[in-house]
């Protein structure tokens, strides 16, 4: 990890705001995390105690300060409330692996794509060359939103192990 991260306090889009979180969302952040409709299409950890989740909330919301230029975290805000994040899955010089979640009562109204495009255009100010996102077999609403944002897939296939199953995973990548 070279380049660093330099998020803005707050990037406005037609309907949404993506910003650092605030503390309040630490139980947003953990209830999210614990969805079972995210966590088979977002890796999150399994953890037995959920204070293990709160602690993890906690690692994402100090990612997500503006100080930290070593992460890329943000909460995606609709009308105040915190209906998702985009985050860094690792990234050096050159580019950056996007994640994000988007709460299921709020999928299928293209707010995931609204907030992908925001984020690719803050990593082309950047100066970052390429942007690579992933999404598991059968996971067709995150692919769409991948190409409406201009990525394609780069042949890049693999085998995951995620909370006891084998899932494949397909790269997309857009140079910016």
Request: glycine share 8%; proline share 4%.
């Amino acid at each position: 990890m070279g380049r660093p991260i330099i998020k803005k306090a707050c990037i406005q889009t037609e309907r949404l705001v993506l910003q650092p979180f605030r503390p309040e969302d630490r139980e947003r952040l953990v209830e999210m995390m614990q969805d079972p409709e995210i966590t088979k299409t977002f890796m999150v950890p399994d953890y037995p105690k959920t204070r293990q989740f709160y602690e993890l909330a906690d690692k994402l919301i100090s990612f997500s300060r503006i100080e930290d230029t070593t992460h890329l975290e943000y909460g995606i805000y609709l009308d105040d409330r915190m209906i998702g994040f985009v985050n860094d899955c690792g990234f050096d010089d050159s580019a950056l692996e996007v994640g994000y979640v988007i709460d299921p009562a709020y999928k299928g109204r293209g707010y995931a794509t609204e907030a992908l495009k925001a984020v690719i255009g803050e990593l082309r100010e950047m100066g970052f060359r390429k942007v690579l996102a992933g999404f598991f077999e059968g996971n067709t609403g995150s692919r769409r939103v991948m190409e409406k944002c201009g990525m394609h897939l780069n042949g890049n296939v693999d085998e995951e192990e995620y909370r006891g199953q084998t899932l494949t995973c397909y790269e997309c990548e857009m140079e910016l």
